[in-house]
């Protein structure tokens, strides 16, 4: 089963927007909309268990409201987990306490209780899948998904190998995947050696005079 990287995919939304600056994916309902579709492969059997398909998902503004706090959570704890490195930069002077998104990330999970069911049809595959009782509001439904998946991948080995890209202007976390990889992209190593080849040329222009 490949890792779970729902909750890194959720934080770099959150990202440099090519000009210097930060951009938002989930500014916008529509946003939203369009980031749950995307990931419907990841949340199909969340948001099955209640009356929702992931690929018709549609997001409103509680909807929005709701996984931008899981979000902002996530964020939080990501800047925890990548200690004693630096966080990225994008919102690390306006994040809560690890303390507050524990506590966020655990109310949100607990928004929505789910129950593990085994289908098994004759002559087709066994399938985990899940169930919740009555009908949760879709906010609700949501914010406990992305919340269960953020609790797996904080509790689980790939929580230690989170990085926040070090590259100029860069503001996304990533995980590595393998020891000497530095950038979230070889495009941010690049950006970050032409950075450095201009900072030593003006140290050594500095020397000379
Ligand atoms: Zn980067």
Known sequence: ????????????????????????????????TGWVRTHAADLQADLAAGPYAAATFTADDAVLAAAVEV??????????????????????????????????????AALVPVTPRLDWPQGGAAAECRTVAGAPAPADLLAAALARH???F??????????????????RYFVKEHARQEWCKPSCGNRARVARHHARQRAAGGDAT
């Open 1 to 32: 089963m490949p890792a779970d990287h729902l909750a890194l995919d959720l934080a770099v939304t959150i990202r440099h927007d090519g000009h210097g600056g930060v951009a938002d994916d989930l500014a916008e309902p529509a946003g939203l």
């Open 154 to 171: 904080l509790a689980g080995p790939d929580r230690e190998l989170l990085r926040a890209c070090p590259a100029p202007r860069c503001v």
């Open 71 to 108: 979000r902002t959570a996530v964020r939080a704890l990501f800047a925890r987990a990548v200690l004693p490195g630096p966080p990225s930069s994008a919102d690390a002077d306006r994040l809560p306490t690890a303390r507050q998104a524990l506590d966020r990330l655990n109310a949100a």
């Open 150 to 152: 953020a609790i797996g």
